[in-house]
């Protein structure tokens, strides 16, 4: 029997079962056949169950109330069979009145389950992980009430707390070390505790003391939240005469949406509910902006699936305003571990100390990759089931050379690796003396080195590095740095302390790249099957030229009077090149002064180009190859897709040969190579065998990259590089062959 509800309140049955449960979970060690008990009593269910995840994605059924005894332990489901698996691999509520014929279900005789014929799996879920599965089962077929499903999700979650607890003291008493194989995005080695990036940073306690108090706390947060959000908007809101009036409008448009949905009372009013039927604040807010955006998510309006960003954003907001203090201290040289990571959000956990990186889903040319290591930070990527197993402040391991993770490192391990990291110093002690010399091959051949930065703050590698410019300046980064397109004169400003850290040496901005995965903060975002090639980038800088145009006239007004040169992303044809140039040569001649020298070239990352090259070249000043897309668009790769974008490579002959006649169409002009391609030891030497004398690269790259050419007999490895080509015979890629020179030339380990 359902007990009625009173609305705006929890039922008082349930009320009494969260109060029953958190007395079981304060006076036991070992609750859960206590809380499978008086779960199933209270809901007038025949069968009670908890699942719990084990190492290997596997689903143990550790407590039941219902099902034979002698299946505890014993029945094992692995995430995403069975019904309990899906739960848990999807993180929904399964409601099934006749679970038997669901195409998914699976018998387990050791549970004796033959006879039940409803069933709700409630996943377990802590801070967007997944912990376990919550079931009940009824002898008749019925669907569980809503009112029902909604306790059974507060009772989950009250059980996530016990299951933390259980793991922790599981680790107290001595887990033991766990390697996981990963890939290295950034070379480096960190050691330190763990922190976990996980969608939802957690609410501390889950029920209020006394919930009338929680409302007043809640209410005064909302009224905090509305007032800053109101100012917040008003400051932002282009004022017209920068931004064209169409911008303008889409961006009021947007902020106006997102303050609807702040002030909107239905939100609000659920999360009151909520705190009502005894949850606190935080707790609250963490349900319902979850419900909702599970919600959302199968909505497939863009319109409304833009407003899930929003409530995800708000729900952040909240929490902070609740919270009140400050943002919480990163222990200095932590690791952070997150399932995916943006750009900006990297730089933000930069700043605060973190020492390195490990992404579950990331590939080496990603953008959370490049800002890792543009910043220097060791990181791993394609990490499968860390999230799962790590509790955060434990201690870790992070192995960017050899490619692993070492969870709970014994104390010898960490002290190897500490000897390796005091080696790595002295190191980079002795590469010191390589600053000041160029780049330069064995047998003498000069390679110019230059560095690909996005932050003023890394201009000081210039000179630490001895590089010989900048071959490529990202000027999103800044922006996705301070969260959005800066004005004309904070952009002038950015781009003069560029050129004057330059000191004269060659600058190559990039104009804004933004789109795909590098997206600003609360900026629309088109519903687009494939973003990476979609309305992105350039064709967003041609569409809504004020932005652009704003750009460009930043650059010209930094520059005055000295060398300016400018090149643009995705160009697909040499129409777009044409028009961008077009933007950028109108504000130069209403510029006084401009710059004394103009150079303006493209990047090449759109295959299309390849088969425009001599038009292109007649009218761009020099080229820059940008291997991460062109790879990905001319092998349909994603570069994001660890499962794929390892599966093709730079070092095939096809490749190589393009390459070959990018370098042969230019004629003596400037061709330079700045995807990640350029600073990878084999990669940089076959470029370099090709016949390429301008790498760019990020600042972590470039003396070992000195060290290595001063060692590389570029007039013995030509004839060998040819020969390899000829003989390659539909080989996907030279890098073993390539490999081997290289090691028997003791250049790579
Ligand atoms: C590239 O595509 O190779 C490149 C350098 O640009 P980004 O990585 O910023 O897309
Ligand atoms: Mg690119």
Not at 73 to 85: A, D, M, N, P, S
Not at 611 to 618: H, R, S, T
């Amino acid at each position: 029997m359902t007990p009625p509800v009173v609305p705006g309140q929890a039922p008082l049955p349930a009320r009494r079962l969260l109060a029953r449960l958190r007395a079981t979970l304060a006076a036991s060690t070992a609750p859960l056949p206590e809380l499978v008990r008086l779960i199933a009593a209270e809901l007038v269910s025949e069968v009670c169950s908890v699942y719990v995840l084990r190492p290997g994605d596997i689903l143990e059924l550790a407590a039941t109330q219902g099902l034979r005894a002698e299946a505890v332990g014993r029945t094992r489901l692995r995430v995403g069979e069975g019904i309990v698996g899906i739960a848990a691999a999807t993180g929904e509520v399964l409601n099934l009145a006749d679970a038997q014929n669901h195409p998914a279900y699976v018998f387990r005789a050791e549970t004796g389950e033959a006879a039940y014929a409803s069933m709700i799996a409630v996943p377990v879920r802590r801070a967007g992980r997944t912990l376990g599965v919550l079931t009940a089962q009824n002898l008749t077929p019925r669907r569980y009430a809503d009112d029902e499903v909604e306790v059974l999700e507060t009772v989950a979650m009250l059980l996530a707390e016990a299951l933390l607890a259980a793991r922790a003291a599981d680790f107290a008493a001595g887990a033991m070390s766990r390697v996981f194989t990963a890939t290295p995005l950034v070379a480096g080695i960190a050691i330190g505790p763990v922190v976990l990036l996980t969608a939802r940073h957690s609410a501390v306690r889950l029920l209020a003391e006394d919930p009338d108090a929680e409302r007043v706390r809640l209410d005064a947060a909302a009224r905090t939240m509305q007032r800053e959000l109101d100012e917040l908007i008003a400051e932002r809101l282009p004022d017209g005469h920068e931004a064209g009036g169409a911008e303008a409008a889409a961006s009021r448009e947007v902020l106006e949406a997102y303050r609807l949905v702040a002030s909107e009372g239905g939100w609000l009013k659920r999360i009151t509910e909520a705190v009502r039927g005894g949850l606190t604040a935080e707790a609250a807010v963490q349900r319902v902006a979850g419900e909702l955006r599970e919600r959302m998510r199968r909505i497939a309006d863009p319109y409304l699936r833009e407003r899930l960003a929003d409530i995800d954003d708000l729900a952040f907001r909240l929490l902070a305003t609740l919270d009140g203090g400050p943002r919480p201290q990163v222990p200095p040289g932590a690791i952070l571990i997150a399932r995916r990571i943006g750009p900006a959000q990297l730089l933000d956990w930069q700043a605060r100390g973190i020492g390195g990186v490990v992404v579950e889903e990331a590939s080496p040319s990603g953008h959370a990759a490049i800002i890792a290591r543009s910043l220097g930070l060791p990181t791993l990527g394609a990490v499968h089931g860390v999230l799962e197993a790590v509790e955060e402040g434990e201690e870790i391991v992070l192995d960017a050379v050899d490619g692993q993770l070492i969870l709970r490192p014994e104390m010898s391990v960490v002290l190897a690796y500490q000897r390796v990291l005091e080696a790595e110093s002295a190191r980079r002690v002795e590469w010191r003396g390589l600053a000041e010399r160029p780049g330069r091959t064995a047998d003498g051949v000069r390679v110019s080195l230059m560095l690909n930065v996005g932050l003023p703050s890394e201009l000081a590698q210039l000179e630490a590095t001895g590089a010989e410019g900048i071959g490529l300046f990202r000027t999103e980064i800044p922006m996705l740095a301070r969260g959005g397109v800066a004005d004309l004169p904070e952009q002038t400003a950015i781009y003069a302390r560029v050129l004057d850290a330059a000191g004269g040496r060659p600058v190559l901005f990039r104009t804004l790249d933004l789109g795909g995965d590098k997206l600003l903060p609360g900026a629309p975002r088109p519903e687009e099957e494939n973003p990476a090639m979609g309305w992105r980038s350039l064709r967003i800088g041609l569409d809504r030229p004020s932005v652009l145009r704003r750009q460009l006239r930043a650059l010209v007004r930094a520059a005055g009077g000295r060398d300016l040169s400018v090149m643009f992303p995705m160009v697909a044809t040499i129409a777009e090149f044409r028009a961008a140039r077009a933007l950028l040569l109108a504000e130069v001649a209403r510029a006084d002064p401009g710059p004394a020298r103009l150079a303006i070239g493209t990047m090449l990352e759109v295959p299309a180009l390849l088969w425009q090259l001599p038009g292109l070249f007649a009218e761009a000043d020099f080229v820059s190859i940008g291997t991460n897309d062109l790879m990905q668009f001319l092998f349909a790769a994603d570069r994001g897709a660890p499962g794929v974008s390892g599966r093709y490579d730079v070092l095939s002959a096809p490749v190589l040969d393009l390459l070959e006649q990018v370098l042969a169409a230019g004629l003596g002009k400037p061709v330079s190579v700045c995807g990640e391609a350029a600073a990878r030891p084999l990669e940089a030497l076959t470029l370099v065998g090709l016949g390429f004398t301008s790498l760019s690269m990020p600042a972590s790259g470039v003396l070992a990259m000195k060290a290595l050419l001063g060692r590389f007999d570029l007039g013995a490895f030509r004839p060998v590089l040819a020969a390899l080509r000829r003989r390659s015979d539909g080989a996907a890629s030279l890098r073993e062959p390539i490999g081997a020179w290289a090691r028997e030339q003791g250049l790579v380990d």
